[in-house]
């Protein structure tokens, strides 16, 4: 962290409620006279409280420890979600594949990430704590999100609005779950904000030749980690060209190819590498995804209850921008910055889908908490200097208070919106641990990720896959990710006793699944074995299947 004019590492109470915005390197301001780099008002006389010091990492410490808290508590809120599950459990055979040249499913075609890079780290967290040891890693990379997001915007616009662009980032019900979420997200998100940080810290002057090549293999790890991510490379671009702006046009277009072409370099390098295996992946789950059934006016509506807060104060970064003296490259970024808000929320409404949303709104909101953190210091600046000021910050630090408990209630929600699986492990984990027959699972994740027979996955398949003997996998043009398996194939499968066991719970997949309870019902070796309620056991007796939405119904094969 960079310190003060004349080395302290101190603030004062009054720097603290003018601003101290003199370290911000992007910002408009005077090298002799104190000013704001928001509105250019020269900072106020020195009040009676000035000699009351304020470390000046305090803040950010404070926004961390309510991160933390506030995340830690969801660590064992839920079992593990199917994501989480899959993760994990796929990261267990990559580990068993590198020591011990173990066979794999085909993660790369289905996946939405590089299987090689966040499972087999997700499972040494998880081989050392445990499920909450995996969740714990999500949220160092959240907090290490936190942290890049605080020194980005001093770097671009000075302390104060760092403060408060880290404070609204924290307290954000997505951010808050996904540091208690062992996913990818966590550690792309934390990737995409490194990236940033490397390339707003590259200086207004040079080509940074190093600094960028460094940014874009970050951006290519990014990438990788997450396919999605590729969504917010623009963005990333535009900071690098606001930030070059003052060296010349030709130099910011120099830094700009210098990092788009390390990005697809290694990017490329990385494909040739993994085979086609990957690039049916990125098609399948990226480019080609199906489309889901949710109204695009309810995805972006659940998307705005989430990050609103943000947003709002997004737009009102780029009217303050374009209705004050700011330069010019400082209203495009806080545009782009805007913008990004809306990039992942406004994809999954073309698609009708609200899978992850929760999840994936936190990209756009990290950029966006930039701006809004610049809109906060700009309402502050436009206070007079002094008491009204003071006032002023005082009354902005209250409003916290909103967004936070907001935060507090989604962040819970987010991390309880799955069944406890306690109930169907206990009586389904037996009957797979305990046998050799393959296992027809709606969603397996936490099945295959729990029980000790999820190493043998070749027994394993689920509503959107069937795996076959020797490993290969049904898959095909209605077999992705996100859309159910072909119902022919498994209507083949169940007339030849292909499953010892199928369990389905008529949540995901439904339609599918009432297709399969039909061919078990006229099939007559298939019989109902159990009905295992997600949460407290209940009678299973005269309960017809297809209204079970919450509870697996398992029929057991019969020779």
Partial sequence: MEQGPAGRDLLSSSELAEGSQHSAPLAEHSAQAETSPVSGQPQAERSAWQDVRIPVWLPLVLVLAVQAVLSVRLVGADTAFQDEGTYLWAGHLEWAHVLHGASLPQFPTYFSGAPVIYPPLGALADSVGGLAGARLLSLVFMLGSTVLLWDVTRRLFGRRAAFFAAALFAMLGPTLHLGSFATYDAMSLFLLALAVWLVTGAGERGEATGRMVTAGAVLALTNATAYSTALFDPVVLVLAVCVAWPGGQRAAARRVGILVASTVVLLGAALLIGGGGYLTGIRRTTLQRAAGSDASLTVLLHAWSWTGVVLVLALCAVFTGWTTRLESRYR?????????????????????????????????????????????????????????????????????????????????????????????????????????????????????????????????????????????????????????????????????????????????????????????????????????????????????PASLRGTYVVWRYYP
């Fill in 332 to 544: 495009w970024l806080l545009v782009a910055l805007a913008a990004a808000a809306v990039l992942g929320p406004a994809e999954q409404a073309i698609l009708q889908t609200s899978i992850s949303l929760n999840k994936h709104v936190g990209l756009g909101a990290w950029f966006a908490s930039i701006a809004a953190g610049y809109a906060v210091a700009a309402f502050i600046t436009a206070a007079a200097p002094g008491r009204s000021r003071t006032l002023t910050t005082a009354g902005c630090l209250i409003a916290l208070v909103f967004p936070l408990f907001f935060g507090i209630s989604q962040s819970w929600e987010f991390a309880t919106s799955w069944p406890d699986s306690t109930t169907f492990l206990a009586i389904f984990g037996p009957l797979a641990d305990h046998g050799s027959g393959r296992l027809l699972v709606e969603d397996p994740g936490a099945a295959r990720y729990y029980l000790p027979s999820g190493s043998q996955w070749q027994r394993w398949s689920s509503t959107r896959n069937i795996v076959l003997p020797g490993g290969a996998s049904t898959g095909g043009p209605t077999g992705g990710v996100v859309a159910p398996g072909n119902p022919a194939a498994y209507a083949r499968y169940i007339s030849q006793g292909y499953f010892s066991y199928i369990a389905l719970n008529f949540a995901d997949t439904t339609s599918l699944d009432l297709q399969i309870k039909n061919e078990l019902v006229h099939n007559p070796h298939y019989h109902i074995y159990r009905v295992i309620p997600f949460n407290p056991p209940i009678s299973n007796t005269g309960i017809d």
